[in-house]
C-alpha cells in the first residue's frame, strides 16, 4: 500500500528538516571516559574514536566517544555527553547507551571499503579491520557504531570481545552470578536492618506450600490439596517441589502414576472457578500399557473433585495452536517488517508484511482458543485439563490468559506477577532455552512469553480500565528478560534453579539457609532496575480495582462510576431525537465478538447457535464487568500490532507530542489532582481512626503519589512535556539504525514504475 | 408533509409478518414485525408485546435495495444504506416484495428537490428560531476572527449576484491589489470561472491558503490577469517573495488535462511560483476503493489474512495518506516557511476542498473545536460550491459524479485525533454525526451543489440547518480528553503520515464496532473521572467554608451529569 508518492522534487526537497549549524567536528579526547560499573563487573576491551550514529538519515547528530566491552554489557560512553533526554527512563543498572549482553542477538562486523561483512560468534576469527560494528537486539534496538577514526586493531579485538562473551559457554558465567553475590555481601549491613521477609518482596513465589495453601483458599478449591512428593525434586525433574492435586489421590497413587507422564509431570492444578471448576494442565502420557489406566484415574479424580461431578474438558493444545517453531517464525518476520527492512521497502505493503508473518494471527489463534476454554470453565461449569507434550510452553500461554480473563486478581500487578511465577517460572517453562541465553541452539528459541505479552496488550487494549498496570510495564517487563541479573528468566525449570543458586550460595560464602529470593532476587523486586518515582509508570490511572483507584492510607473510597451513559450509535443519534423518540433499540445494541459473528446471520433458525456461541452472544450483550470475567472480541478488527513494543525504537512510527501516552498524561494529572483533593478531604474531616492526618495541605509527598505525572499548580500550563512522544517512555534517538535503501538503482526503478503503474485510472480524470 | 407518495402506494402502507435483521450492529437473530413505507422512512415495528422495537431508516439513506433468490421462508430484500448499514428483510408473500422493492427503489431515488424529507420535515420551531438556526454560523465571523479583512485581503464584490462565477460564494476576499479587472480576466483562465480566492490567512507568519480550479493554459495558453492575479497573491504576503501552487492531483493526470486545453500553471510564465503536485487520486479511484473497504467491514467471519489484504487491496488508507500529505504540506509552507499556497485541482471543489480544510484543521486549533470545525466545513465545502446533491447522490443522478469526498476528510479529521487525542474539542460521534447528515437530507445544510442553487431553492426558508441541531447536542459529541489552553502550544498538528500511523476507520466502516459499550474508551472514563473531581472540589469548598473539624454541610450527588437534550418529538404520519 501507499505506493503511490509524489514525484520528485518530494517534500523532503523544499521542507528540509531544521538546519542545525553546528557541524561537530572531531575533537580528540580530553577527558577521560569512565564506564559506570557495576558490582563484580570488569572492563574486558575497549576502543576510542568510535562513532555512534544516531540517525539513519545524516552523520551530524553521532555522538563520539568510547565503546566498551564489559562481562555485562556493550556500553559506549560519549565524550561530550549531551543533556540527559528526559524521555528515557533511569535505568539503576544500565546507562542510556548500554546494552546487556544478553540482550545481543546478533554481532555483525562490516568493512565498507572492502564491501565485507561478517556475523561473529564465539572464538571466531576475523580477517578485515571491520569499519562498522552493527549490534542487533532482542529488545528489536539495532545500534551501530562506526570505527573511522578509531584504531583499527582495537576496534577488532572489540568487536571480537563483544561476540565472544555474548556467548557464554556456561550458564554460571552469566553476569549475574558474579553481581548478585558482590551485592549480597555489600548490602548486607542494610538489610539487617530493615529486614522484612523475602526482602520486602510482596509477589508470591510458589516455592513453599504456603504460597499455593493462600492460592487454594483464595479460589475456594477445597477438594484440592498441596502435596510434596516433589520435595526435593524426587519425582519430576520440571515440576515444582510443591503442586495441588485432587483432595482424592493419595500420595502412593501419585508417585505410582507418575511413572506413566513425561517427565513424570502428574496433572498440576492451576486455578479453580468459585463454581468449582478446576483448570489442571498435564503432559502427555508417555507409558501407552498405563495410559489409559492412569489418564482414567487422573480423570476421575478431577471429576471428584468438583462439587457437580461435572464431564471434565480437555483440549490437546498440541493439536489446535501453532508451534513453538511457527512462534518463532512468525516472531522473526514481525520484527523484520517492523525494524530490519528498509522503511522505504516496508512502508510499501506494510500490512501485508504484517500478515506475512502470521504473528497476529497466532495472537488471535491463543486468545480464541483460551476464550474456548473460559466457556468451559464459566459456562459449561466443567473442569478443564489442558495437555501438551511437555506441558511447559503452550499451556503456559493458555492457562494464564484464561486466568486472566476469569479471575479480576491476576490483572493487579502482584496478581499478574503471581500468575507469571505460577504459570511459567513454576510450572518448568524454558526460558534458558526459550530465551537462548546461552545462544547453544537456535532450535529450541521461541519467544512463548512475548507473545503471552503481546495477548495480555490486545485484552488491555480493549479493556483499559481493567488492568492496574500499563503497557510500559509490559514492555519493561519483556525487557527484563535480556538483562541477566534477575532469576526469573535464566532457567528451564525450579530444580535447576535450585541446584543453581544452591551452587552459587555455596561459592560465593552465602550462608546456608538464607533465602534465594534475597540473595538472587527475581525480576519482581523492581527497585532493582527503577527508582520508586519510575515505577510509577507502572499504575495506569483508569484502572477500577477493587477500591484500588482511590484507597490511600486508611479510608477506602472507590469512584463512584455513576452514569454508565448508553450512547446512541449516531445515526440514532441526532436523527432519532427528531424521531418522536423512537430509537431503533439502543438499549439492546448488543456487543459482538467473532466468536458470535463465525455464523452467519441469517434467516435461519436460531437454533443452529451453539451453546458458546450463546455463552459469548450473551456476554457481549451485557456490559463488561472490569471486576468480572472479561472476555476479549476477537474479530481480525480487533487485532492490533502493539506498537509501543514494536515500534518504540523506530523514528519513522514516532508522534512528537501524540500518540496515546497525551491520553495516559491527562488521566493521570486527574487521578493526581483527584487524590490531593481527597487527601485534602481528609484532613478537614479530622483524622479517621488508624490513620494520621498529613501536615501539608498540598496532599500527599511527591514521592507517595502514585502517577507518575501529577497534578501541576494552576499556574503552570498543563500542556504535554515537549519529550512526550508516541514511543514514551523510550526513545527512537540512536536505537534504531538500519541500513536504507536510497540510491540504489533498483529501488528508483521500482519507484517510478510504481508512478506509471498508479495511473491507471488516467483517462477518467480528463473530462 | 406530502401524502401524495403514500397516496400512489394505495395498498402499499403496510406488510405484515416481516422479518427484519439489522446485520450491521451485529444481530443475529431476525426479529418479526410489520414493515410500513411513509413518505419519508422504511419503519419496521416488532410484533413482541414488550418491547415493540422500532426500525427507521430514511429513505434518502438508503443506497441500493438489493432482492436476492426467493428461498422457501419468503422473499428478501437487502438495504444497503449510506452510513454503511445493511438491513435484511425478509417478506412471506413475493408479490408484496415485488412491491415494497419497486417503491422503495423509487422513494430512495428522488427526481426532485422537493421530495426530500428536510422540505418537509417541520421540528416544532418558529420562523424566527429557523432563520435564526441559519445565522448559527457566520462566515464573515470567521474571516474576522483571522483578521480579515486587513491591509493585505479585502472582501470583493465582484462575485455578488455570482456574476463572475457561479459555483463561489458571493462574498470573497482576495489580495488587495487584485482589482475587479485582474480578478474578471483570472476568472475567464480558470476552469468554470473558479479563480483564486482566500481560504485562510494564518496571523502568525502572514501567509495565506488560496484556491482555484485549474488554469485553461492547455499546452502553451498564457493569461496576463492570471499571471497578475498569482502574482497579487504572492505580494499580499509581505514575508515571502515566492508562492507555493499545489496541484493536489498526480502529475500525469494534470499532465494529460492539458490536452483538453486545461492542465496546470507553467513555471516559466508565472514569476515566482513553486509548482507541486501531491497525488490524490480522482473521484471515480475513490469511489472504487470505498466500495472495497464497505466490503472488508462487512466481512462475516474474515481471516486475518482476508481482513489484513483486504485493507491493504482497498487501497483506501493510502488515498487518506495522500489527502493528509497535501494537508501537512500546505501547513508546513505556510506556518514553518511562511509561504502562501495556492491550491487546485481540476474543479478546484473536491481535492481542493479536502487538502485546504486539512491545511487549516493543522494549522489552527480553532478548527478543533466542534464550533470550529463546522465553520470550516460551512467555509471550505458549503460556501465554495462543493457539489454536495451530486457526491451524495441526493437525486437520482449520474453514479458517476457520486464520490466519498467528504467522507475522506472526515476520515483525515478522525485519523489527526487518533495521533493525538488531547487535541480535538469532539469526539468520533460528531464526525460520524456529520457524516450521516452529509447524506440524510434531513437539514438543508448540504442540498444543492452551491450557494446559488442554495438561494434559489430558497433552502433558508423551507429548511433547516443542521449546525444548531448538532451544536445543542454537544454534550454528547465532546472530548473530555481535550483542554483549550492545550491548543495554544499545540498550535499546529504535526502529524506522523508513514503507514504505520493509519488504522481502518471502525467506527464508521465496521458498525459491530460501534455497538460495543462505549465507556470502555479513556475518554468515557474520564467523563466520569472530570464529574468526580467536582464533585470534591465542590465538597472541599463546603469543608473549607467551616473551620476544620467542625460540621460541614455535605452537597454530594447535588450535582447532576450531563444533560441528553431531545428536541421535542415530532410524528410522522404513516
Given at each position: 500500500?501507499?505506493?503511490?508518492?509524489?514525484?520528485?522534487?518530494?517534500?523532503?526537497?523544499?521542507?528540509?528538516?531544521?538546519?542545525?549549524?553546528?557541524?561537530?567536528?572531531?575533537?580528540?579526547?580530553?577527558?577521560?571516559?569512565?564506564?559506570?560499573?557495576?558490582?563484580?563487573?570488569?572492563?574486558?576491551?575497549?576502543?576510542?574514536?568510535?562513532?555512534?550514529?544516531?540517525?539513519?538519515?545524516?552523520?551530524?547528530?553521532?555522538?563520539?566517544?568510547?565503546?566498551?566491552?564489559?562481562?555485562?554489557?556493550?556500553?559506549?560512553?560519549?565524550?561530550?555527553?549531551?543533556?540527559?533526554?528526559?524521555?528515557?527512563?533511569?535505568?539503576?543498572?544500565?546507562?542510556?547507551?548500554?546494552?546487556?549482553?544478553?540482550?545481543?542477538?546478533?554481532?555483525?562486523?562490516?568493512?565498507?571499503?572492502?564491501?565485507?561483512?561478517?556475523?561473529?560468534?564465539?572464538?571466531?576469527?576475523?580477517?578485515?579491520?571491520?569499519?562498522?560494528?552493527?549490534?542487533?537486539?532482542?529488545?528489536?534496538?539495532?545500534?551501530?557504531?562506526?570505527?573511522?577514526?578509531?584504531?583499527?586493531?582495537?576496534?577488532?579485538?572489540?568487536?571480537?570481545?563483544?561476540?565472544?562473551?555474548?556467548?557464554?559457554?556456561?550458564?554460571?558465567?552469566?553476569?549475574?552470578?558474579?553481581?548478585?553475590?558482590?551485592?549480597?555481601?555489600?548490602?548486607?549491613?542494610?538489610?539487617?536492618?530493615?529486614?522484612?521477609?523475602?526482602?520486602?518482596?510482596?509477589?508470591?513465589?510458589?516455592?513453599?506450600?504456603?504460597?499455593?495453601?493462600?492460592?487454594?483458599?483464595?479460589?475456594?478449591?477445597?477438594?484440592?490439596?498441596?502435596?510434596?512428593?516433589?520435595?526435593?525434586?524426587?519425582?519430576?525433574?520440571?515440576?515444582?517441589?510443591?503442586?495441588?492435586?485432587?483432595?482424592?489421590?493419595?500420595?502412593?497413587?501419585?508417585?505410582?502414576?507418575?511413572?506413566?507422564?513425561?517427565?513424570?509431570?502428574?496433572?498440576?492444578?492451576?486455578?479453580?472457578?468459585?463454581?468449582?471448576?478446576?483448570?489442571?494442565?498435564?503432559?502427555?502420557?508417555?507409558?501407552?500399557?498405563?495410559?489409559?489406566?492412569?489418564?482414567?484415574?487422573?480423570?476421575?479424580?478431577?471429576?471428584?473433585?468438583?462439587?457437580?461431578?461435572?464431564?471434565?474438558?480437555?483440549?490437546?493444545?498440541?493439536?489446535?495452536?501453532?508451534?513453538?517453531?511457527?512462534?518463532?517464525?512468525?516472531?522473526?518476520?514481525?520484527?523484520?517488517?517492523?525494524?530490519?527492512?528498509?522503511?522505504?521497502?516496508?512502508?510499501?505493503?506494510?500490512?501485508?508484511?504484517?500478515?506475512?508473518?502470521?504473528?497476529?494471527?497466532?495472537?488471535?489463534?491463543?486468545?480464541?482458543?483460551?476464550?474456548?476454554?473460559?466457556?468451559?470453565?464459566?459456562?459449561?461449569?466443567?473442569?478443564?485439563?489442558?495437555?501438551?507434550?511437555?506441558?511447559?510452553?503452550?499451556?503456559?500461554?493458555?492457562?494464564?490468559?484464561?486466568?486472566?480473563?476469569?479471575?479480576?486478581?491476576?490483572?493487579?500487578?502482584?496478581?499478574?506477577?503471581?500468575?507469571?511465577?505460577?504459570?511459567?517460572?513454576?510450572?518448568?517453562?524454558?526460558?534458558?532455552?526459550?530465551?537462548?541465553?546461552?545462544?547453544?541452539?537456535?532450535?529450541?528459541?521461541?519467544?512463548?512469553?512475548?507473545?503471552?505479552?503481546?495477548?495480555?496488550?490486545?485484552?488491555?487494549?480493549?479493556?483499559?480500565?481493567?488492568?492496574?498496570?500499563?503497557?510500559?510495564?509490559?514492555?519493561?517487563?519483556?525487557?527484563?528478560?535480556?538483562?541477566?541479573?534477575?532469576?526469573?528468566?535464566?532457567?528451564?525449570?525450579?530444580?535447576?534453579?535450585?541446584?543453581?543458586?544452591?551452587?552459587?550460595?555455596?561459592?560465593?560464602?552465602?550462608?546456608?539457609?538464607?533465602?534465594?529470593?534475597?540473595?538472587?532476587?527475581?525480576?519482581?523486586?523492581?527497585?532493582?532496575?527503577?527508582?520508586?518515582?519510575?515505577?510509577?509508570?507502572?499504575?495506569?490511572?483508569?484502572?477500577?480495582?477493587?477500591?484500588?483507584?482511590?484507597?490511600?492510607?486508611?479510608?477506602?473510597?472507590?469512584?463512584?462510576?455513576?452514569?454508565?451513559?448508553?450512547?446512541?450509535?449516531?445515526?440514532?443519534?441526532?436523527?432519532?431525537?427528531?424521531?418522536?423518540?423512537?430509537?431503533?433499540?439502543?438499549?439492546?445494541?448488543?456487543?459482538?465478538?467473532?466468536?458470535?459473528?463465525?455464523?452467519?446471520?441469517?434467516?435461519?433458525?436460531?437454533?443452529?447457535?451453539?451453546?458458546?456461541?450463546?455463552?459469548?452472544?450473551?456476554?457481549?450483550?451485557?456490559?463488561?464487568?472490569?471486576?468480572?470475567?472479561?472476555?476479549?472480541?476477537?474479530?481480525?478488527?480487533?487485532?492490533?500490532?502493539?506498537?509501543?513494543?514494536?515500534?518504540?525504537?523506530?523514528?519513522?512510527?514516532?508522534?512528537?507530542?501524540?500518540?496515546?501516552?497525551?491520553?495516559?498524561?491527562?488521566?493521570?494529572?486527574?487521578?493526581?489532582?483527584?487524590?490531593?483533593?481527597?487527601?485534602?478531604?481528609?484532613?478537614?474531616?479530622?483524622?479517621?481512626?488508624?490513620?494520621?492526618?498529613?501536615?501539608?495541605?498540598?496532599?500527599?509527598?511527591?514521592?507517595?503519589?502514585?502517577?507518575?505525572?501529577?497534578?501541576?499548580?494552576?499556574?503552570?500550563?498543563?500542556?504535554?512535556?515537549?519529550?512526550?512522544?508516541?514511543?514514551?517512555?523510550?526513545?527512537?534517538?540512536?536505537?534504531?539504525?538500519?541500513?536504507?535503501?536510497?540510491?540504489?538503482?533498483?529501488?528508483?526503478?521500482?519507484?517510478?514504475?510504481?508512478?506509471?503503474?498508479?495511473?491507471?485510472?488516467?483517462?477518467?480524470?480528463?473530462? | 408533509?406530502?401524502?401524495?407518495?403514500?397516496?400512489?402506494?394505495?395498498?402499499?402502507?403496510?406488510?405484515?409478518?416481516?422479518?427484519?435483521?439489522?446485520?450491521?450492529?451485529?444481530?443475529?437473530?431476525?426479529?418479526?414485525?410489520?414493515?410500513?413505507?411513509?413518505?419519508?422512512?422504511?419503519?419496521?415495528?416488532?410484533?413482541?408485546?414488550?418491547?415493540?422495537?422500532?426500525?427507521?431508516?430514511?429513505?434518502?439513506?438508503?443506497?441500493?435495495?438489493?432482492?436476492?433468490?426467493?428461498?422457501?421462508?419468503?422473499?428478501?430484500?437487502?438495504?444497503?444504506?449510506?452510513?454503511?448499514?445493511?438491513?435484511?428483510?425478509?417478506?412471506?408473500?413475493?408479490?408484496?416484495?415485488?412491491?415494497?422493492?419497486?417503491?422503495?427503489?423509487?422513494?430512495?431515488?428522488?427526481?426532485?428537490y422537493s421530495?426530500?424529507?428536510?422540505l418537509?420535515?417541520?421540528?416544532?420551531?418558529?420562523?424566527?428560531?429557523r432563520e435564526?438556526?441559519w445565522n448559527?454560523i457566520d462566515l464573515m465571523t470567521d474571516y474576522k476572527?483571522?483578521?480579515v479583512p486587513?491591509?493585505?485581503w479585502v472582501a470583493t464584490a465582484a462575485n455578488s449576484e455570482y456574476r463572475v462565477c457561479d459555483t463561489y460564494p458571493s462574498e470573497l476576499f482576495v489580495p488587495k491589489s487584485a482589482t475587479p479587472a485582474i480578478i474578471v480576466g483570472s476568472s475567464r483562465f480558470r476552469s468554470r470561472g473558479r479563480f483564486p480566492a482566500l481560504s485562510?490567512?494564518?496571523?502568525?507568519?502572514?501567509?495565506?491558503?488560496c484556491r482555484c480550479s485549474?488554469?485553461l493554459?492547455?499546452?502553451?495558453?498564457?493569461c496576463?490577469e492570471d499571471?497578475m492575479m498569482?502574482?497579487a497573491v504572492?505580494?499580499?504576503?509581505?514575508?515571502?517573495?515566492?508562492?507555493?501552487?499545489?496541484?493536489?492531483?498526480?502529475?500525469?493526470?494534470?499532465?494529460?488535462?492539458?490536452?483538453?486545453?486545461?492542465?496546470?500553471?507553467?513555471?516559466?510564465?508565472?514569476?515566482?511560483?513553486?509548482?507541486?503536485?501531491?497525488?490524490?487520486?480522482?473521484?471515480?479511484?475513490?469511489?472504487?476503493?470505498?466500495?472495497?473497504?464497505?466490503?472488508?467491514?462487512?466481512?462475516?467471519?474474515?481471516?486475518?489474512?482476508?481482513?489484513?489484504?483486504?485493507?491493504?487491496?482497498?487501497?483506501?488508507?493510502?488515498?487518506?495518506?495522500?489527502?493528509?500529505?497535501?494537508?501537512?504540506?500546505?501547513?508546513?509552507?505556510?506556518?514553518?516557511?511562511?509561504?502562501?499556497?495556492?491550491?487546485h485541482?481540476?474543479d478546484g471543489w473536491?481535492?481542493t476542498a479536502?487538502?485546504?480544510?486539512?491545511?487549516?484543521?493543522?494549522?489552527?486549533?480553532?478548527?478543533?473545536?466542534?464550533?470550529?470545525?463546522?465553520v470550516?466545513?460551512e467555509r471550505d465545502w458549503v460556501s465554495f460550491g462543493h457539489k454536495f446533491s451530486h457526491?451524495?447522490?441526493?437525486?437520482?443522478?449520474?453514479?458517476?459524479?457520486?464520490?466519498?469526498?467528504?467522507?475522506?476528510?472526515?476520515?483525515?479529521?478522525?485519523?489527526?485525533?487518533?495521533?493525538?487525542?488531547?487535541?480535538?474539542?469532539?469526539?468520533?460521534?460528531?464526525?460520524?454525526?456529520?457524516?450521516?447528515?452529509?447524506?440524510?437530507?434531513?437539514?438543508g445544510t448540504f442540498l444543492g451543489n452551491c450557494q446559488k442553487e442554495r438561494r434559489d431553492m430558497r433552502l433558508r426558508e423551507r429548511s433547516?440547518s443542521?449546525?444548531?441541531?448538532?451544536?445543542?447536542?454537544?454534550?454528547?459529541?465532546?472530548?473530555?480528553?481535550?483542554?483549550?489552553?492545550?491548543?495554544?502550544?499545540?498550535?499546529?498538528?504535526?502529524?506522523?503520515?508513514?503507514?504505520?500511523?493509519?488504522?481502518?476507520?471502525?467506527?464508521?466502516?465496521?458498525?459491530?464496532?460501534?455497538?460495543?459499550?462505549?465507556?470502555?474508551?479513556?475518554?468515557?472514563?474520564?467523563?466520569?473521572?472530570?464529574?468526580?473531581?467536582?464533585?470534591?472540589?465542590?465538597?472541599?469548598?463546603?469543608?473549607?467554608?467551616?473551620?476544620?473539624?467542625?460540621?460541614?454541610?455535605?452537597?454530594?450527588?447535588?450535582?447532576?451529569?450531563?444533560?441528553?437534550?431531545?428536541?421535542?418529538?415530532?410524528?410522522?404520519?404513516?
Open positions: 500500500m501507499f505506493s503511490v508518492k509524489p514525484l520528485k522534487p518530494t517534500f523532503k526537497c523544499y521542507l528540509p528538516p531544521v538546519q542545525t549549524d553546528v557541524k561537530r567536528s572531531i575533537e580528540p579526547p580530553i577527558k577521560k571516559l569512565e564506564p559506570k560499573l557495576l558490582q563484580g563487573e570488569i572492563v574486558v576491551n575497549e576502543v576510542n574514536f568510535v562513532r555512534k550514529c544516531i540517525s539513519a538519515e545524516s552523520s551530524q547528530d553521532d555522538l563520539w566517544g568510547k565503546l566498551i566491552c564489559t562481562n555485562f554489557k556493550v556500553s559506549f560512553i560519549p565524550q561530550d555527553a549531551p543533556p540527559k533526554q528526559k524521555s528515557r527512563l533511569s535505568h539503576l543498572l544500565l546507562g542510556e547507551h548500554d546494552v546487556p549482553l544478553t540482550c545481543l542477538e546478533q554481532v555483525v562486523t562490516v568493512n565498507d571499503t572492502k564491501g565485507k561483512k561478517k556475523v561473529l560468534g564465539s572464538n571466531q576469527k576475523l580477517k578485515f579491520n571491520p569499519t562498522e560494528l552493527i549490534l542487533y537486539c532482542k529488545d528489536l534496538r539495532i545500534i551501530r557504531f562506526c570505527f573511522d577514526e578509531a584504531g583499527p586493531e582495537s576496534a577488532k579485538k572489540v568487536c571480537l570481545a563483544i561476540a565472544h562473551y555474548s556467548h557464554p559457554a556456561d550458564l554460571q558465567l552469566l553476569f549475574g552470578f558474579e553481581y548478585q553475590g558482590r551485592r549480597y555481601h555489600e548490602s548486607k549491613g542494610e538489610r539487617i536492618n530493615g529486614s522484612t521477609p523475602r526482602g520486602g518482596l510482596q509477589t508470591p513465589i510458589f516455592d513453599r506450600p504456603s504460597d499455593w495453601d493462600r492460592e487454594i483458599k483464595r479460589t475456594g478449591a477445597s477438594e484440592w490439596r498441596v502435596c510434596s512428593i516433589n520435595e526435593g525434586y524426587a519425582i519430576s525433574q520440571s515440576l515444582p517441589e510443591y503442586i495441588v492435586v485432587p483432595v482424592s489421590l493419595a500420595d502412593q497413587d501419585l508417585k505410582q502414576h507418575s511413572l506413566s507422564f513425561t517427565d513424570q509431570r502428574i496433572p498440576l492444578w492451576c486455578w479453580n472457578h468459585q463454581n468449582g471448576s478446576a483448570l489442571v494442565r498435564m503432559a502427555n502420557l508417555s507409558d501407552p500399557l498405563q495410559q489409559r489406566k492412569t489418564d482414567q484415574r487422573f480423570l476421575a479424580a478431577i471429576t471428584k473433585s468438583h462439587p457437580q461431578r461435572s464431564e471434565v474438558f480437555r483440549s490437546d493444545l498440541d493439536k489446535c495452536l501453532p508451534n513453538i517453531q511457527d512462534i518463532q517464525n512468525a516472531f522473526v518476520k514481525v520484527r523484520q517488517s517492523c525494524v530490519i527492512d528498509p522503511f522505504e521497502e516496508s512502508e510499501e505493503r506494510w500490512l501485508s508484511s504484517i500478515e506475512n508473518s502470521r504473528w497476529l494471527e497466532y495472537v488471535r489463534a491463543f486468545l480464541k482458543h483460551s476464550a474456548e476454554i473460559v466457556y468451559h470453565l464459566d459456562g459449561k461449569n466443567s473442569s478443564v485439563v489442558l495437555q501438551e507434550e511437555e506441558d511447559r510452553d503452550l499451556s503456559c500461554v493458555v492457562s494464564s490468559l484464561v486466568q486472566l480473563m476469569l479471575d479480576p486478581h491476576y490483572r493487579s500487578l502482584i496478581g499478574f506477577q503471581s500468575l507469571v511465577q505460577k504459570e511459567w517460572v513454576m510450572a518448568g517453562h524454558r526460558f534458558l532455552d526459550r530465551c537462548n541465553h546461552l545462544k547453544k541452539n537456535d532450535k529450541e528459541e521461541s519467544p512463548l512469553f512475548m507473545l503471552f505479552l503481546d495477548c495480555v496488550w490486545q485484552i488491555m487494549n480493549q479493556y483499559p480500565a481493567a488492568f492496574e498496570f500499563t503497557e510500559a510495564y509490559l514492555t519493561l517487563l519483556s525487557d527484563s528478560m535480556w538483562i541477566p541479573l534477575f532469576s526469573t528468566f535464566l532457567f528451564n525449570s525450579p530444580k535447576q534453579r535450585a541446584q543453581h543458586l544452591m551452587d552459587f550460595a555455596k561459592n560465593k560464602a552465602i550462608p546456608q539457609g538464607e533465602d534465594q529470593v534475597v540473595y538472587f532476587p527475581p525480576v519482581w523486586n523492581w527497585s532493582q532496575q527503577f527508582s520508586t518515582k519510575d515505577q510509577t509508570l507502572f499504575n495506569n490511572p483508569m484502572y477500577v480495582g477493587k477500591g484500588a483507584a482511590c484507597v490511600q492510607n486508611g479510608e477506602v473510597k472507590t469512584f463512584r462510576r455513576t452514569k454508565q451513559k448508553t450512547y446512541s450509535s449516531t445515526l440514532r443519534g441526532t436523527s432519532a431525537s427528531v424521531r418522536n423518540g423512537m430509537r431503533g433499540g439502543e438499549e439492546t445494541l448488543p456487543r459482538r465478538g467473532s466468536l458470535v459473528s463465525e455464523l452467519r446471520p441469517d434467516f435461519s433458525p436460531v437454533k443452529d447457535e451453539s451453546p458458546s456461541e450463546r455463552f459469548f452472544r450473551d456476554w457481549f450483550s451485557r456490559p463488561a464487568d472490569q471486576q468480572g470475567l472479561l472476555i476479549p472480541l476477537l474479530m481480525p478488527s480487533h487485532m492490533a500490532l502493539w506498537k509501543l513494543y514494536f515500534l518504540r525504537w523506530v523514528p519513522e512510527a514516532c508522534i512528537p507530542r501524540g500518540g496515546p501516552i497525551t491520553a495516559y498524561h491527562k488521566l493521570s494529572q486527574l487521578v493526581d489532582e483527584i487524590e490531593i483533593l481527597q487527601s485534602q478531604l481528609r484532613q478537614y474531616k479530622g483524622p479517621s481512626p488508624g490513620s494520621t492526618p498529613l501536615p501539608s495541605p498540598s496532599g500527599p509527598p511527591s514521592d507517595q503519589r502514585r502517577m507518575y505525572f501529577k497534578a501541576g499548580s494552576p499556574n503552570d500550563p498543563p500542556t504535554p512535556p515537549d519529550f512526550l512522544t508516541s514511543s514514551f517512555p523510550f526513545t527512537p534517538v540512536g536505537n534504531l539504525c538500519r541500513r536504507g535503501i536510497h540510491g540504489t538503482p533498483i529501488s528508483k526503478f521500482l519507484n517510478e514504475a510504481r508512478i506509471w503503474l498508479s495511473t491507471e485510472t488516467l483517462a477518467n480524470d480528463t473530462v | 408533509m406530502s401524502w401524495c407518495v403514500l397516496n400512489h402506494l394505495s395498498s402499499l402502507t403496510c406488510v405484515e409478518n416481516v422479518r427484519l435483521l439489522d446485520r450491521s450492529s451485529g444481530q443475529r437473530k431476525a426479529s418479526t414485525g410489520t414493515l410500513y413505507l411513509s413518505a419519508t422512512h422504511t419503519i419496521f415495528v416488532e410484533n413482541n408485546p414488550e418491547t415493540r422495537k422500532e426500525t427507521w431508516v430514511l429513505h434518502s439513506m438508503v443506497n441500493s435495495v438489493e432482492r436476492p433468490p426467493t428461498i422457501p421462508a419468503g422473499s428478501q430484500l437487502i438495504l444497503h444504506c449510506k452510513d454503511f448499514r445493511v438491513y435484511q428483510i425478509l417478506i412471506p408473500q413475493e408479490r408484496d416484495c415485488l412491491d415494497v422493492h419497486t417503491s422503495l427503489v423509487r422513494l430512495s431515488r428522488p427526481g426532485k421530495e426530500l424529507y428536510c418537509s420535515f417541520n421540528p416544532n420551531v418558529n420562523k424566527e428560531d435564526e438556526s448559527f476572527r483571522m483578521g486587513n491591509n493585505l485562510y490567512f494564518h496571523q502568525d507568519t502572514l501567509a495565506a491558503v485549474q488554469p493554459s492547455g499546452f502553451s495558453g498564457r496576463q499571471e498569482l502574482q504572492m505580494k499580499s504576503n509581505p514575508g515571502s517573495d515566492f508562492i507555493y501552487v499545489v496541484d493536489t492531483r498526480p502529475k500525469l493526470n494534470a499532465m494529460a488535462n492539458r490536452a483538453a486545453g486545461k492542465g496546470y500553471e507553467n513555471e516559466d510564465h508565472y514569476t515566482n511560483i513553486k509548482l507541486q503536485f501531491i497525488g490524490i487520486e480522482n473521484i471515480h479511484v475513490m469511489r472504487s476503493s470505498q466500495q472495497k473497504i464497505i466490503d472488508v467491514g462487512e466481512m462475516r467471519s474474515p481471516s486475518m489474512t482476508d481482513f489484513l489484504w483486504g485493507l491493504e487491496n482497498s487501497g483506501w488508507l493510502k488515498h487518506i495518506k495522500a489527502i493528509l500529505d497535501a494537508g501537512v504540506f500546505i501547513a508546513r509552507a505556510v506556518a514553518d516557511e511562511g509561504v502562501s499556497v495556492l491550491v485541482c481540476s473536491d481535492r479536502q487538502a485546504c480544510s486539512v491545511a487549516s484543521i493543522l494549522l489552527n486549533p480553532f478548527y478543533r473545536t466542534i464550533k470550529g470545525l463546522m470550516l466545513i457526491r451524495y447522490a441526493h437525486l437520482d443522478g449520474d453514479p458517476k459524479e457520486v464520490s466519498p469526498v467528504i467522507d475522506q476528510f472526515l476520515e483525515c479529521v478522525w485519523q489527526l485525533s487518533e495521533q493525538f487525542p488531547c487535541a480535538f474539542e469532539f469526539n468520533e460521534r460528531f464526525l460520524v454525526a456529520i457524516h450521516t447528515h452529509v447524506y440524510s437530507c434531513h437539514f433547516h443542521v449546525w444548531p441541531q448538532l451544536w445543542k447536542d454537544r454534550a454528547e459529541y465532546t472530548n473530555p480528553l481535550y483542554k483549550a489552553e492545550l491548543s495554544q502550544t499545540q498550535g499546529v498538528l504535526r502529524p506522523n503520515t508513514t503507514p504505520y500511523c493509519f488504522k481502518m476507520w471502525k467506527g464508521l466502516y465496521n458498525h459491530m464496532e460501534k455497538s460495543t459499550p462505549p465507556r470502555q474508551s479513556p475518554a468515557d472514563f474520564l467523563s466520569a473521572v472530570r464529574e468526580e473531581s467536582q464533585q470534591l472540589e465542590e465538597e472541599l469548598t463546603n469543608h473549607q467554608e467551616v473551620p476544620p473539624g467542625g460540621t460541614a454541610h455535605h452537597h454530594l450527588g447535588s450535582r447532576q451529569g450531563i444533560q441528553h437534550t431531545k428536541t421535542p418529538p415530532v410524528m410522522t404520519p404513516l
